[in-house]
């Protein structure tokens, strides 16, 4: 419609021009030198149109024909980007399939035409490293790096990761490094990092990091949690297992507040300073940890520790029974405490009322001890025998008091009565 109506109004004006023509054709004198030239104005418009289209179409041409050169390299550059694209997807399905030796064939063949030759160069490091080629894994790496020298980070990433998986560990922990140090804000980085550290057993490593973990949130609070649990515990380990008293006090204060709170933690440090025979400051540590936060398990451990004033830390126990009057865990402390200081009615009395509160094999198993030093045996086997059920979950069978003498019984009637077992016979001969 549009191209309709210009060939209209072309017409149209042809029309109106050849009219103005026919009524007045002008005239036109032209002199240089000697020579003039005479004619109508209409001839002379009409020449000029003629040679500017003459011009016009040399020059297109002669535009075309300096540009075929130009032309032809940009189609050879089309053809090697489209099959460079074609070659990149066959090589990424062969990479998906597990046919390892074809990907990297496929995706390095027409790398260098590829609009994105970082993604073919990655992925033919991931082919030969599934093939064994290490040494063309890290020439491809390089090549990636080179290909598009702002992406490091991607390039680090995957060369770190393939590092892992061929167990090349201090490869692996320097590329992460340097990762950290051009990209120290990368939740990825400082999570491999993590994993790392956690791999190799590097505690003071991963408790250096913590900070940054926890400002990137590159786990959630929970995993956080016990990460740092793990943490600490190991630290604690290693400073019990390779120094002395004074660097594990050293550990524990480096920790923070907030972990020195830590029930599983408190506890694993007070077992470290009693395998060093500090007895004296579990003591106050325990007493301490309990008077800020009740704790039953603290309490069964505090009735477990042997100090030299023992009738103090006795008094100390029994200010807990005002609160938790009827808390088995506490009386069975103060029955082993009582024990400690030689009050035996007081003991007995302590571990009757835990057994009363809530039966435990532990309860029945002091108590036992004590009856039978006191030298009630009855009692005490008793004791013992209610405490193995509850700790196997099995009840003894009620036997009979005269079970030895009827056992003696049974068996002279086994050996009286005949028997129609024949002897074997041995096959000798004489």
């Known amino acids: 419609m549009r191209t309709l109506i210009i060939a209209l109004l072309v017409l149209a004006a042809s029309v109106l021009l050849a009219l103005v023509i026919k009524e007045d054709n002008g005239y036109i004198l032209i002199g240089y030198g000697h020579w003039s030239v005479e004619g109508s104005l209409a001839l002379f418009a009409l020449l000029n149109l003629a040679v500017f289209a003459a011009l016009y179409l040399a020059t297109r041409l002669l535009a075309r024909v300096w540009s075929v050169p130009r032309q032809i390299h940009d189609w050879q550059d089309r053809r090697g980007a489209k099959r460079a694209r074609s070659e990149l ?7 998906s399939e597990g046919r390892w030796k074809n ?7 027409h790398a260098g035409n590829s609009e994105t030759p970082l993604l073919n160069y990655l992925a033919a490091a991931r082919s030969a490293q599934q093939q064994g080629a290490h040494d063309r894994r890290d020439q491809y790496l390089q090549l990636a790096h080179e290909s598009m020298p702002s992406a490091d980070v991607a390039v680090g990433l995957t060369q770190a990761e393939l590092q892992l998986a061929h167990e090349q560990i201090e ?6 490094k340097h990762l950290r140090r051009i990209a120290p804000k ?7 990092l993590k994993e790392l550290y956690e791999r190799v057993g590097d505690w003071e490593g991963l408790n250096r990091l913590l900070p940054e973990l926890k400002k990137r949130k590159v786990i959630d609070k929970e995993q956080m949690q016990e990460l740092e649990v793990r943490i600490f515990c190991n630290l604690l380990e290693r400073a019990s297992t390779g120094g002395d008293l004074e660097q594990l006090n050293a550990a524990w204060k480096s920790f923070s507040h907030a972990a020195q709170e830590n029930k599983q933690l408190l506890t694993r440090y007070a077992h470290h300073l009693m395998d060093k025979d500090a007895e004296e400051q579990v003591e106050a540590l325990l007493r301490s940890a309990i008077a800020r936060q009740w704790d039953e398990q603290l309490v069964e451990l505090y009735g477990r520790v042997t100090v030299a004033k023992h009738a103090k830390q006795l008094t100390a126990a029994e200010g807990w029974l005002s609160d938790h009057p009827r808390n088995p865990v506490l009386l069975l402390t103060l029955g082993r405490l009582c024990m400690k200081n030689q009050l035996w009615g007081k003991a007995r009395s302590y571990l009757e009322a835990s057994i009363g509160a809530n039966p435990t094999a532990a309860a029945y198993r002091e108590l036992g001890a004590l009856l039978e030093g006191m030298g009630d045996r009855e009692l005490s086997s008793a004791c013992y025998r209610s405490g ?7 009840a003894i069978p009620e036997l009979p008091e005269n079970l030895a003498s009827q056992g003696h019984i049974e068996k002279k009637r086994e050996l009286e009565q005949p028997t129609d077992i024949n002897p074997p016979k041995l096959g000798l001969t004489v």
Do not use: N, P
């Open 388 to 394: 193995l059920e509850l700790s196997s979950d099995y």
């Open 186 to 192: 990368h939740t990825h980085v400082l999570k491999m």
């Open 103 to 109: 990907a990297e064939q496929s995706l390095i063949r």
């Open 171 to 176: 490869q692996a922990l320097a590329t992460l």
């Open 89 to 95: 997807t066959q090589g990424l399905v062969e990479l």
